[in-house]
């Protein structure tokens, strides 16, 4: 038995930037706040802290009421934004899962930094929901790493993994590769995001890869048949 553990934006996915638009729309209609969101980072980090770096700069009291507030504004605007943006899947992704999905040894989950919600509407968008059955979301996780340790045991209650089973996350940024570690898992770093070949494989990753188009090639990585 094997698990897959994919990250989504930048690796599964590009939305043209639909999760960003989607997020200061719902700055300026909760908070009326127009001001700039460039100088936040956001690759590799969860929306949890994405969202409270946005309302320390912007000087929003970090309060439940300001976060649900904000979250179901951006919710309600992701999927226009995701209609709107031109995104697409990234090279050789549909093929890639759909034939990981055939191998009955295999199963594949999520280890993403969006929104739970947020994470199911790209998906859904792009049509590639229905291949993972669980992972770890940036709900309420600050680290990527607190996130892998609860993608990982959501997929060992959901399909019964066993602790001895061979893990792998696969992602586009060296926090990727560093909370694959942080699991003891195997990591394939992807260079379709924002980090070039050269950062990552400065993180050594088990494989390293300009992106999936080499559909063969990826299948002899992961176990299974």
């Not at 090279?91 to 930094?113: D, F």
């Not at 399909?159 to 195997?186: H, Q």
Request: aromatic share 8%.
């Amino acid at each position: 038995m094997a698990v897959c553990l994919f990250d989504i934006d930048g690796t599964l996915l590009s939305t043209g930037g639909a999760g960003q638009a989607a997020m200061e729309v719902a700055l300026e209609s909760v908070f009326g706040i127009t001001g700039p969101t460039e100088g936040i980072s956001v690759a590799g980090r969860t929306d949890r802290a994405i969202v409270t770096d946005l309302m320390k700069f912007h000087d929003v009291e970090d309060a439940d009421a300001n976060w649900s507030r904000f979250v179901d504004a951006y919710l309600e605007r992701l999927p226009h934004e995701l209609a709107s943006r031109g995104g697409l899947i990234l090279p050789g992704v549909e093929a890639l899962l759909a034939e990981l999905n055939r191998r009955e040894s295999l199963t594949m989950g999520l280890l993403t930094g969006n929104f739970r919600r947020g994470a199911e509407l790209k998906l859904a968008h792009y049509q590639l929901h229905d291949y993972f059955c669980g992972g770890g979301f940036g709900d309420d996780h600050f680290d990527r790493d607190d996130v892998a340790k609860a993608s990982l045991a959501d997929m060992r209650e959901k399909k019964e993994i066993p602790s001895d089973a061979e893990v792998w996350v696969i992602g586009d940024t060296p926090a990727d590769v560093k909370c694959g570690r942080a699991i003891n898992a195997n990591v394939v770093a992807v260079a379709t995001g924002l980090h070039s070949i050269d950062d990552l494989e400065a993180c050594d990753p088990d494989f390293l890869c300009e992106d999936f188009s080499d559909v063969d090639l990826m299948l002899e990585i992961f176990p299974g048949e």
